[in-house]
């Protein structure tokens, strides 16, 4: 999984530098619920905060699965966590823990690098909008992706066989 996340926060900066390149020298960077622009920042503000989200937000959500196998098992928040966090499963539970919060790093950045192309596009347009449909259709795919992902996490360590 770590080469996975590398190689996508690697492919993430990349986007979304070369990307920023269209943008103005004031790029509209905050918009209203109708799409409207309604803050605005330099472009170099505006990117250096870009890259800093595309990077440091989706190692957090990685990190937190790894940082399971740091901390002692009474705070690690699991359903059946005597079981999974037995001795004999500790280390393939904490790897699985570590996997799949490395998967929904992956889409978080996905997510960011979409919403940073929205935000170009609103911004090389003339009207200065975010597209909205667009933006919505992501958002509910996130969402639904992020309970997909919280489902399948409970359906693994949920049940014990």
Request: with cysteine; net charge positive.
């Amino acid at each position: 999984m770590r080469p996975v996340l590398i190689l996508s926060a690697v492919a993430g900066v990349v986007f979304v530098w070369l990307s920023g390149e269209a943008l103005p020298e004031v790029v509209a960077s905050h918009f209203s619920a109708s799409g409207a622009a309604s803050g605005f920042m330099s472009r170099g503000a505006y990117l250096e905060s870009m890259l800093a989200l595309v990077v440091v937000l989706p190692f957090v959500v990685a990190l937190s699965g790894r940082l399971a196998s740091l901390l002692p098992p009474r705070f690690v928040n699991l359903p059946n966590k005597a079981y999974w966090l037995a001795p004999e499963r500790q280390a393939a539970t904490l790897h699985t823990l570590s996997q799949r919060t490395g998967w929904l790093a992956v889409f978080l950045l996905a997510f960011l690098c979409f919403v940073h192309w929205l935000v170009v596009q609103a911004n090389i347009g003339s009207t200065k909008a975010l597209p909205q449909v667009p933006f919505f259709i992501g958002l509910a795919l996130l969402l639904v992706g992020t309970l997909g992902w919280a489902i399948a996490l409970h359906r693994r360590f949920g049940n014990v066989p």
